[in-house]
């Protein structure tokens, strides 16, 4: 049964990077069928879709979220990982990590999801 | 960039069907996703691709999508289907709608 665990700091600095990771059991990342991809819900607030990457590399950024953004992806690792720059406190959330599934070459729904992590940017 | 609306809330007697609704510009052409999301939880996938259901969810969950809004149907409500329920499409990106709160009277 596939597994995801988000791991990384919970609390950040205003300003700083926020760098998370995202272990994958229980399957290969390698897999030609999937995407994977980042989520973040702050306190009370609904779902953000963060970005997305394919294990070849390949990523979709939320338009958003963009020039903050950089996702990455290590095969050898079955890991993929998320780093937001230039973080305030209104990117403090539960980050979620949650395999793409693709349909009809794009990425489409998630399942499963990781547990969730909470961030959180104070000085 | 594309927009989903979800009502904030959705109340449905126990025992009930509930219908909790996602709008948008003809989302009845592309594929529709919903999630439920139970306090202190991760989002679970319920429906995808419109209609389909996980391994693992009730036949009492169902979907359909046509013109502008796409509908999750929860038959014979129960006091463990309260949760908040996300509606999503692939739009150039991903898109999710506000979530819904559904409280089971």
């Known amino acids: 049964q596939l597994q995801l665990q988000e791991s990384g700091p919970g609390l950040v600095k205003p300003s700083e990077t926020l760098s998370l990771t995202c272990t994958v059991s229980?399957?290969?990342?390698?897999?030609?069928?999937?995407?994977w991809g980042w989520i973040r819900q702050p306190p009370g607030k609904g779902l953000e879709w963060i970005g997305s990457?394919?294990?070849?590399?390949?990523?979709y950024y939320n338009p958003s979220l963009k020039s903050r953004v950089t996702i990455s992806v290590d095969t050898s690792k079955n890991q993929f990982s998320l780093k937001l720059s230039s973080v305030t406190a209104a990117d403090t959330a539960v980050f979620y990590c949650?395999?793409?599934?693709?349909?009809?070459?794009?990425?489409?729904?998630?399942?499963?999801w990781g547990q969730g992590t909470l961030v959180t940017v104070s000085s | 960039s594309y927009e989903l609306t979800q009502a904030l809330s959705v109340s449905v007697a126990l025992g009930q069907t509930a219908r909790i609704t996602c709008g948008g510009n003809?989302?009845?052409?592309?594929?529709v996703h919903w999630y439920q999301q139970k306090p202190g939880q991760a989002p679970v996938l319920v429906i995808y691709?419109?209609?389909n259901r996980p391994s693992g969810i009730p036949e009492r969950f169902s979907g359909s999508n046509s013109g502008d809004t796409a509908t999750l149907t929860i038959t014979r409500a129960q006091v463990g289907d309260e949760a908040d329920y996300y509606c999503?499409?692939?739009?150039?990106?991903?898109?999710f709608g506000g979530g819904a709160k559904l409280t089971v009277l």
């Open positions: 949650a395999r793409h599934m693709l349909y009809q070459l794009l990425p489409n729904w998630f399942d499963p």
């Open positions: 229980g399957g290969s990342i390698s897999s030609s069928s999937y995407y």
């Open positions: 990457i394919y294990y070849s590399g390949r990523t």
């Open positions: 003809k989302i009845g052409s592309k594929s």
């Open positions: 691709r419109d209609s």
């Open positions: 999503q499409v692939w739009d150039s990106n991903t898109v």
